[in-house]
């Protein structure tokens, strides 16, 4: 067997599409360039994701990030994108949309593929919470699996995504930060 030492710090390097999903990608790079996740806990390690972004208020009121302008809980819609669309389609499960059997731009092929999560009885009302995914789904065909056309994906992993395997429940995002592109994206 091989054995792996965990590391105390690792670099993840995040590839964000915002051809595919503008509105999901501008608003995660909103929120990096904000520092919104800075020294935010892990808050899920699952099997098949690693998910955080719910804030810390304290109080439970809130279950994503409240702008500090218009003191309102920001949320945006699901957005997916159809390899045979020319823009991405928004508010509707490709189930809702009858379109289920169809493959996606930004399909949830790879291990650290990037999701936005929502609530799971209205697709509408992701705001800050996202995820990796945990589990190389190679084997199954696009838009076969249960996440593509039910969640938003926004990017993927593309450098060291073989240590989220490791990533425990209360492990910290020390930083993030947009390190090319930034200008690519127009926050509200």
Same mark, same amino acid.
């Given at each position: 067997?091989i054995?792996?030492?965990?590391? &105390?710090q690792? +670099?993840?390097?995040?590839t964000?599409?915002?051809?595919?999903?503008?509105?999901?990608?501008g608003?995660?790079?909103?929120?990096?360039?904000?520092?919104?996740?800075?020294?935010?806990?892990i808050?899920?390690?699952?099997e098949?994701?690693?998910?955080t972004?719910? #804030?810390?208020?304290?109080?439970?009121? +809130?279950?994503?990030?409240?702008? #500090?302008?218009?003191?309102?809980?920001?949320?945006?819609?699901?957005?997916?994108?159809?390899?045979k669309?020319k823009?991405?389609?928004? &508010?509707?499960? &490709?189930?809702?949309?009858?379109?289920?059997?169809?493959?996606?731009?930004? #399909?949830?092929?790879?291990?650290?593929?990037?999701?936005?999560?929502?609530?799971?009885?209205?697709?509408n +009302?992701?705001? &800050?919470?996202?995820?990796?995914?945990?589990?190389?789904?190679?084997?199954?065909?696009?838009?076969?699996?249960?996440?593509?056309?039910?969640?938003?994906?926004?990017?993927?992993?593309?450098?060291n995504?073989?240590?989220?395997?490791?990533?425990?429940?209360?492990?910290?995002?020390?930083?993030?930060?947009?390190?090319?592109?930034?200008?690519?994206?127009?926050?509200?």
């Amino acid at each position: 067997p091989i054995m792996r030492k965990k590391m &105390s710090q690792v +670099t993840l390097t995040l590839t964000v599409d915002g051809y595919h999903a503008p509105i999901t990608a501008g608003n995660f790079i909103d929120l990096v360039q904000r520092k919104y996740y800075d020294n935010m806990s892990i808050q899920s390690a699952e099997e098949l994701i690693v998910q955080t972004g719910k #804030p810390t208020t304290g109080d439970g009121t +809130t279950d994503g990030f409240v702008d #500090p302008k218009t003191k309102e809980k920001r949320v945006i819609p699901l957005e997916i994108f159809y390899k045979k669309d020319k823009q991405p389609t928004y &508010s509707y499960t &490709s189930d809702d949309d009858m379109r289920a059997t169809e493959s996606m731009s930004l #399909p949830f092929q790879a291990y650290g593929a990037l999701g936005m999560a929502h609530d799971p009885e209205d697709v509408n +009302t992701a705001s &800050s919470q996202f995820w990796f995914l945990k589990w190389d789904q190679a084997l199954v065909a696009p838009s076969r699996n249960t996440l593509d056309g039910s969640q938003a994906c926004f990017g993927y992993v593309t450098k060291n995504q073989d240590v989220l395997k490791q990533v425990s429940k209360g492990d910290t995002i020390i930083s993030m930060k947009v390190v090319q592109g930034a200008e690519n994206f127009f926050a509200k």
